[in-house]
């Protein structure tokens, strides 16, 4: 069927979908976008559901059959603690949460058989924990292994899942290091088109010491991963990247409530970036769609401490009097610019899109708002 809408992505594009938890189900939202643009990855790599999700669709699953399984999802399909572990292993229990559940849904979801056996490649990010090292399971040489076992592994998280050996490998969750694999995916291809639904904007969560070991692990992790996502962004040097970023940040990673809110963030984000992005994809690199920006400063607010000017001295510095400065603007930003804005530890940094009409306003992504 031909596709009603234009496209300004190029033939060979390469798809990456992060972790994020059930913040993840946006996904869904992103590959309905693509479709109904006719836009058809050579290539798709995932970590953690994003893996789940990619698996999913190479499979063959319509979008349709996604939403209904997403919708259906609740807490006990995928979370049952593992009571007898834990009484007898204590501290040895390898994870808080059964096996099983999650293995389960794995099977209903991703297709059978290794990953030779795929028409299009799938690129599934787990980390060994044993060596310490990221394993990309459908690499060369890395293809004669169960599809299922290594998306199982990608969505174990440490802690909260068992690991899962491979091919003597004990594997978990690729978001220990890589929660968004876009640029293992971009060789031989004409761009990527990067889905980050958990690991660059985090709400400001309150009382975090009150809720337990699990959420203190879980905020913790998000803090690592957020900044080994901003690293790679802003050291992006392989083909155009088009970044999806819906807005999910104050969803929690595992709300069994919001699906489908989730699932249109991710529609209403991937269409925003695919129609504003032009012929940005065609370029030699960079990092799209960008927007004009301005970079304000509370002064009554600004404590001198330094941290903005050290972490972007080309775009601020301190004054004679001791305040932040802004160095110029408006600036050109795609959504991988400005991580040293949330970085401010009074808030005293904000930011402005400007439109095409001039019109302002608050960028969102920059802003600390509560769970």
């Known amino acids: 069927m031909t596709s ?7 033939p060979r594009v390469a798809l990456a979908l992060g972790g994020g938890g059930l913040k993840g189900l946006a996904h869904i939202g992103v590959l ?6 006719g836009i058809r990855p050579v290539v798709v790599a995932g970590t953690s559901i994003g893996a789940l999700i990619g698996a999913s669709y190479l499979r063959g699953t319509t979008i349709a059959a996604m939403e209904e399984h997403a919708l259906a999802l609740r807490k006990p399909d995928l979370f049952r603690v593992n009571h007898l572990g834990m009484v ?88 220990v290091m890589d929660n968004v694999p ?18 660059t904007s985090l709400t400001a969560s309150r009382r975090i010491k009150d809720k337990g070991f699990a959420a203190i692990y879980m905020r913790s992790a998000q803090v690592m991963m957020k900044s080994l996502q901003q690293l790679q962004l802003a050291s992006w040097n392989g083909p155009p990247l088009l970044l999806v970023r819906p807005a999910v940040w104050k969803y929690n990673w595992f709300s069994f409530v919001h699906t489908r809110t989730l699932i249109e963030a991710g529609y209403v984000a991937a269409c925003e970036a695919l129609d504003s992005v032009g012929a940005s994809l065609y370029s030699s690199g960079g990092v ?8 304000k400063v509370d002064r009554a607010v600004c ?69």
């Open 4 to 10: 009603p809408f234009r496209t300004g992505v190029p």
């Open 32 to 37: 309905r976008a693509l479709e109904e643009r």
């Open 88 to 175: 007898m292993k204590r501290m040895l229990s390898p994870a808080l949460y059964l096996e099983q559940p999650l293995q389960d849904i794995v099977d209903a979801l991703a297709p059978e058989g290794t990953f030779r056996d795929l028409a299009i490649p799938l690129l599934v990010n787990t980390v060994d924990l044993e060596r310490g090292a990221q394993v990309t399971w459908g690499l060369p040489g890395l293809q004669d292994v169960r599809v299922t076992d290594a998306v199982y592994a990608s969505c174990a998280l440490p802690g909260f899942f068992p690991p899962r050996v491979i091919k003597g490998r004990t594997c978990v969750d690729g978001g």
């Open 182 to 199: 876009a640029l293992i995916a971009s060789r031989n291809v004409d761009a990527v088109i990067a889905v980050d639904v958990g690991s």
């Open 288 to 295: 799209y769609p960008r927007r004009r920006v301005e970079v």
């Open 303 to 371: 404590t001198g401490c330094g941290v903005c000017s050290t972490l972007a001295p080309a775009i601020m510095r301190l004054d004679d009097e001791g305040k932040a400065v802004v160095q110029g603007g408006p600036f050109e930003w795609s959504r991988a610019d400005g991580a040293f804005v949330t970085e401010c530890p009074v808030q005293a940094l904000a930011v402005e899109t400007i439109g095409d009409d001039g019109t302002r306003h608050p960028t969102m992504e920059y802003r600390v708002v509560s769970e």
